[in-house]
């Protein structure tokens, strides 16, 4: 439910019914994008585990057999979990505040 009120100059104020259907329109926008925004998350989760071992890709370095298997998981992550309910499971957390941390194992090295 979408408020009546805003806040200008610290003061609220009531909205006109053009204000209240605009900022229902961008609520639902928003809204619509949530399985976006949570991919974008994990992509960018996924580039900085691949990016913290990349050092193990140089060719002076025999990367463990292991590590390779991980690193491809985590490459094909979009099209191993391509819904937002996969993407939720993805994206649990596990701990308390401040050490929150992913639940699902493809965030862990080996």
Do not use: C
């Not at 998350?41 to 590590?67: C, F, G, H, W």
């Not at 309910?85 to 401040?98: A, I, Q, R, W």
């Amino acid at each position: 439910m979408i408020s009546e009120y805003k806040t200008v100059n610290g003061k609220l104020i009531k909205m006109s019914a053009e204000e209240i259907t605009e900022r229902q329109i961008e609520v639902n926008d928003f809204n619509s994008k949530s399985s976006e925004r949570k991919l974008a998350l994990i992509k960018e989760l996924r580039l900085q585990k691949l990016i913290e071992t990349d050092y193990l890709a140089n060719s002076d370095v025999t990367m463990p057999d292991n590590i390779k298997t991980w690193r491809q998981s985590l490459r094909n992550l979009p099209q191993d979990f391509s819904t937002e309910k996969e993407y939720d499971t993805l994206l649990e957390m596990e701990g308390t505040f401040p050490n929150q941390t992913y639940k699902h194992s493809i965030w862990s090295k080996p």
